[in-house]
């Protein structure tokens, strides 16, 4: 009787689990329908016909194939939907958002004048809102040149997917393999396969990867950041945190809650070291453009994106700050006002009581982030898929066993050490 109740609630269980997954790709499906209807842009529109079609064969197959392969049809059906197919189209047609065509030309910028922004800017598109680093993804493009199906390896969302999906593989890896490089239990090995490659074919992911890819670069350097900031390995860290810093300003709050990561499990050494290793690279990289172009380099690096400059952004979704900052002069200075209070907040909470592992130092990357897009006079919504990319990675690549052991190592690394108590000459105890 026993076992027949066992085996009951584990049919129960796979129903219950087969309907999730059969709910959730439906929801994706109507998702991505949603944009061939109202949707202005072309890239927008060849993702959602696709994607739909993909999440929609993935609904099928987790509702009629029977386990492990309605999984694994599943996965690959919205991969090859929602990513490969609308990514090869629209690398083959050449059609990118606007920000493809802003790197390239910040390559080509910096190959011929040693600077990434133009003097004089113009037009919306003669701006360029990222840091100099940024212009290294469309160096491809200014060496190869244009060339239909020959010139695809120069276009900047190739590489900019590449560093996004190696970035991730690298982390599953380092936080896999024990802390400090010393010998481990067996158990720790990466986690499992699909919930990752669900990740990228969601539309969180797989949206931005094929219409520009322009902040996936530095979301998979944060997370590959915080993982090695946990497995407390200062100087890679912090090589990878320079790498993030010099893509976008966006970037820099990963630097503190890595160093408050490092001090909690590693000493005040080890960050010191994290944030001088940072912030040295970065310097070496955003210095030159900052020297060489000073005016032009601050109009579109900040006032741009802030709402300041000659040209207005494009950025204006109806978030808080927003919707502030079109209230006027005094609007504006209430949202960077309640933008300063929200960043000084998450700075404090660092300090009072920093993050314990990799899962609590990415939520307090997320929550900071999401207050500044929230607050800032200028955003839109696609920006909230970094901080959600942060609270989910960091979860399926660890797991709650790996979680859990890995907050349990940092409390006692952390913990001050009590000395043995002393035991009587020529006594036993």
Same mark, same amino acid.
């Given at each position: 009787?026993?076992?027949?109740?066992?085996?009951?609630?584990?049919?129960?269980?796979?129903?219950?689990?087969?309907?999730?997954?059969?709910?959730?790709? =439906?929801?994706?499906?109507?998702?991505?329908?949603?944009?061939?209807?109202?949707?202005?842009?072309?890239?927008?529109?060849?993702?959602?016909?696709?994607?739909?079609?993909?999440?929609?064969?993935?609904?099928?197959?987790?509702?009629?194939?029977?386990?492990?392969?309605?999984?694994?049809?599943?996965?690959?059906?919205?991969?090859?939907?929602?990513? +490969?197919?609308?990514?090869?189209?629209? !690398?083959?047609?050449?059609?990118?958002? *606007?920000?493809?065509?802003?790197?390239?030309?910040?390559?080509?910028?910096?190959?011929?004048?040693?600077?990434?922004?133009?003097? /004089?800017?113009?037009?919306?598109? /003669?701006?360029?809102?990222? !840091?100099?680093?940024?212009?290294?993804?469309?160096?491809?493009?200014?060496?190869?040149?244009?060339?239909?199906?020959?010139?695809?390896?120069?276009?900047?969302?190739?590489?900019?997917?590449?560093?996004?999906?190696?970035?991730?593989?690298?982390?599953?890896?380092?936080?896999?393999?024990?802390?400090?490089?010393?010998?481990?239990?067996?158990?720790?090995?990466?986690?499992?396969?699909?919930?990752?490659? #669900?990740?990228?074919?969601?539309?969180?992911?797989?949206? &931005?990867?094929?219409?520009?890819? #322009? /902040?996936?670069?530095?979301?998979?350097?944060?997370?590959?950041?915080?993982?090695?900031?946990? %497995?407390?390995?200062?100087?890679?860290?912090?090589?990878?945190?320079?790498?993030?810093?010099?893509?976008?300003?966006?970037?820099?709050?990963?630097?503190? #809650?890595? +160093?408050?990561?490092?001090?909690?499990?590693?000493?005040?050494?080890?960050?010191?070291?994290?944030?001088?290793?940072?912030?040295?690279?970065? !310097?070496?990289?955003?210095?030159?453009?900052?020297?060489?172009?000073?005016?032009?380099?601050?109009?579109?690096?900040?006032?741009? &994106?802030?709402?300041?400059?000659? +040209?207005?952004?494009?950025?204006?979704?109806?978030?808080?700050?927003?919707?502030?900052?079109?209230?006027?002069?005094?609007?504006?200075?209430?949202?960077?006002?309640?933008? =300063?209070?929200?960043?000084?907040?998450?700075?404090? *909470?660092?300090? +009072? %009581?920093?993050?314990?592992?990799?899962?609590?130092a990415a939520d307090r990357l997320a929550l900071g982030l999401c207050a500044a897009f929230l607050l800032a006079p200028a955003g839109r919504f696609g920006y909230l898929a970094l901080p959600l990319v942060l609270v989910v990675w960091p979860r399926i690549t660890t797991g709650p066993d790996r979680t859990a052991a890995l907050r349990g190592a940092v409390t006692r690394a952390a913990a001050p050490r009590r000395p043995a108590p002393a035991v009587a000459a020529g006594g036993t105890r």
């Open positions: 009787m026993t076992a027949m109740t066992a085996s009951a609630g584990k049919a129960v269980r796979r129903v219950g689990r087969r309907r999730i997954w059969v709910g959730g790709w =439906l929801l994706a499906a109507a998702w991505a329908a949603v944009f061939p209807l109202v949707s202005t842009l072309d890239t927008h529109r060849v993702w959602g016909t696709c994607a739909a079609a993909g999440y929609g064969g993935a609904a099928l197959a987790s509702c009629l194939l029977p386990r492990p392969r309605a999984r694994t049809w599943a996965v690959a059906c919205a991969l090859l939907g929602a990513l +490969v197919l609308p990514l090869l189209y629209l !690398l083959l047609t050449g059609n990118g958002q *606007s920000e493809v065509a802003v790197i390239e030309r910040s390559a080509e910028l910096t190959v011929s004048q040693a600077t990434p922004y133009l003097a /004089d800017p113009q037009a919306v598109t /003669d701006y360029n809102p990222y !840091l100099p680093g940024m212009a290294l993804f469309g160096l491809p493009r200014a060496l190869l040149g244009d060339g239909g199906p020959a010139g695809l390896p120069g276009d900047a969302r190739v590489w900019c997917a590449a560093v996004f999906l190696l970035s991730l593989w690298a982390g599953r890896r380092v936080l896999a393999a024990p802390a400090d490089g010393r010998a481990g239990p067996r158990s720790a090995r990466p986690a499992p396969r699909t919930p990752l490659a #669900v990740l990228i074919a969601s539309p969180v992911v797989a949206l &931005p990867l094929c219409v520009s890819g #322009v /902040d996936l670069p530095m979301t998979g350097l944060c997370c590959l950041g915080l993982a090695l900031a946990a %497995r407390r390995r200062p100087v890679a860290a912090g090589l990878v945190l320079a790498a993030a810093c010099s893509l976008k300003w966006t970037a820099w709050p990963a630097l503190a #809650v890595a +160093v408050a990561l490092l001090a909690a499990s590693g000493g005040a050494r080890r960050a010191l070291r994290c944030a001088g290793v940072a912030l040295a690279a970065t !310097l070496a990289v955003v210095l030159p453009s900052a020297l060489l172009s000073p005016g032009p380099m601050v109009q579109q690096v900040l006032a741009f &994106p802030t709402g300041r400059a000659p +040209v207005a952004t494009p950025a204006a979704s109806p978030l808080p700050g927003r919707l502030l900052a079109d209230l006027g002069p005094a609007g504006w200075y209430a949202a960077v006002a309640l933008l =300063l209070c929200g960043g000084f907040a998450v700075a404090a *909470s660092l300090v +009072v %009581r920093p993050p314990a592992g990799v899962v609590a």
